[in-house]
């Protein structure tokens, strides 16, 4: 459960930001007590969820680190545009 809030906070962050919400896609794999989220749009998106000098996606990784440690674990945030 613990992850799947990270999961969905993610997906709803990304979604409110991009052109095409239906393309954004997150994969999660566990590593001990690391939580790592690969986030997915569409390559017209990918400006938007990284924003300039990388600002929008470490906003995000903030948000997922607070939420996070509330949870007790470690999270990390890839962007990932698929071809």
């Known amino acids: 459960m613990k992850s799947d809030n990270l999961v969905g906070l993610l997906e709803y962050l990304a979604q409110n930001l991009v052109d095409y919400p239906e393309d954004v896609f997150v994969d999660r794999y566990e590593s001990g007590r690391t939580v790592h989220l690969e986030l997915q ?25 607070v939420v996070a440690a509330r949870n007790g674990t470690q999270v990390a945030m890839d962007v990932i545009d698929f071809d």
Do not use: E, F, T
């Open 41 to 65: 749009v569409s390559p017209d998106d990918i400006g938007r969820v990284i924003g300039k000098q990388g600002r929008v996606a470490n906003a995000m990784r903030s948000l997922l680190r």
